[in-house]
C-alpha cells in the first residue's frame, strides 16, 4: 500500500481533523457532568482547550480539503459539493456553537453540547456506509460510534489536566464519575462498531485479507489496549486514588498518556479507512 505524498500529507490532515474535533467534543462533554468538581482553574484551563481544538479542527479541515483536491479548485469544489462539503458544514456549525463552551456560564451549556454533537457526528456524512444499501442504520451506529469515541477519548486531555493539578481524592471522585458514564458508553461503542463490521463484510476471508482488513486488525488491536488500559484505570487507580493515596496520581497520568497514543494511532488508521483504502467490495 505504497503513499504518495499527497496521501500522506491528506491522512495526516484528516487524522488531525479527527483528533481536534473529538478532542473538542469530548472536553465540552467532560465540563458538563464534571464542572460541580472541577476547581475554577481547571475549568479555565479546559475551555482553553476546547477554543484550541476547536480552531485547529477549523483549519486541520480546510487543510483536508485542500490537499484532497490537490490545490486544484475544480476538485476542491467537487469535493465541497459532495459528502465532504455536507460534512465539513455540518462540522463547521457545530464547532461555531461548541465555542459557546468557552464562555463560563451555564445558559451556553446546552448549544454547546448540540455543537459538540454535531461537530462529533459530521464524519458520519461522508464515507464508505454510504455505499451500502439501506444506509439509514450503518449511518446510525456510525454516530453513535463517533459520540462515544468522542466521550472517551476528547476525555483524556482534561483528565490528565485534573491529575497534574489535582488532589489525589478529588482526583478519584472525577474519574469515578467518568468512568461510571464511560463504562456504559464504551459498550455501546464496541456494539454500534461491531454490528457496523458485520454489515460492512460480505466476504470475510476477502475483507481480512485486504489492506482494509489488516488495517482493520491492527485498529481492534489498539482498541483492545485501550480498554485495557481503562479497565485498570477503573478497577485498580481510582479506587487507590480515593483513598487518597498520591502516587495514584503518578500511575494515572502515565497512563493516561498511554491511552493517548493509542487513541491517536487508532484515529490514523481511522483516516487511512477513507483516504488511501477501502473495504473490498
Not at 27 to 41: I, K, R, T
Request: aromatic letters at 8%.
Amino acid at each position: 500500500m505504497p503513499l504518495s505524498g499527497w496521501d500522506a500529507a491528506a491522512l495526516l490532515a484528516k487524522a488531525a481533523t479527527y483528533a481536534a474535533t473529538l478532542s473538542a467534543a469530548g472536553c465540552v462533554f467532560f465540563l458538563a457532568y464534571s464542572e460541580d468538581l472541577l476547581q475554577n482553574a481547571e475549568c479555565t484551563r479546559i475551555r482553553r482547550l476546547i477554543g484550541v481544538s476547536l480552531a485547529a479542527s477549523a483549519m486541520a479541515s480546510a487543510a483536508t480539503f485542500l490537499l484532497l483536491g490537490m490545490f486544484d479548485a475544480t476538485l476542491t469544489g467537487m469535493l465541497l459539493r459532495g459528502g465532504e462539503g455536507r460534512a465539513s458544514g455540518i462540522r463547521m456549525a457545530g464547532v461555531a456553537l461548541a465555542a459557546f463552551a468557552v464562555f463560563p456560564r451555564r445558559r451556553y451549556r446546552a448549544p454547546a453540547i448540540i455543537g459538540a454533537i454535531a461537530a462529533a457526528t459530521s464524519f458520519a456524512w461522508v464515507g464508505h456506509v454510504h455505499a451500502l444499501r439501506p444506509n439509514t442504520l450503518p449511518a446510525l451506529l456510525l454516530c453513535l460510534h463517533l459520540l462515544c469515541a468522542a466521550f472517551w477519548l476528547g476525555a483524556l486531555a482534561p483528565l490528565l489536566l485534573v491529575a497534574r493539578h489535582g488532589s489525589g481524592a478529588r482526583i478519584g471522585l472525577i474519574t469515578a464519575r467518568f468512568g461510571a458514564a464511560a463504562l456504559r458508553l464504551v459498550g455501546v461503542l464496541v456494539v454500534a462498531g461491531a454490528t457496523l463490521l458485520w454489515i460492512m463484510i460480505s466476504d470475510a476471508a476477502k475483507f481480512w485479507s485486504s489492506d482494509y482488513g489488516r488495517l482493520l486488525a491492527t485498529k481492534l488491536v489498539a482498541v483492545i489496549l485501550l480498554l485495557s488500559i481503562a479497565a485498570m484505570n477503573k478497577l485498580y487507580l481510582t479506587p487507590r486514588l480515593l483513598l487518597g493515596d498520591a502516587g495514584a496520581a503518578g500511575a494515572l497520568r502515565r497512563s493516561i498518556k498511554a491511552e493517548m497514543v493509542l487513541g491517536g494511532l487508532v484515529l490514523l488508521i481511522t483516516a487511512a479507512f477513507t483516504t488511501i483504502t477501502g473495504p473490498p467490495h
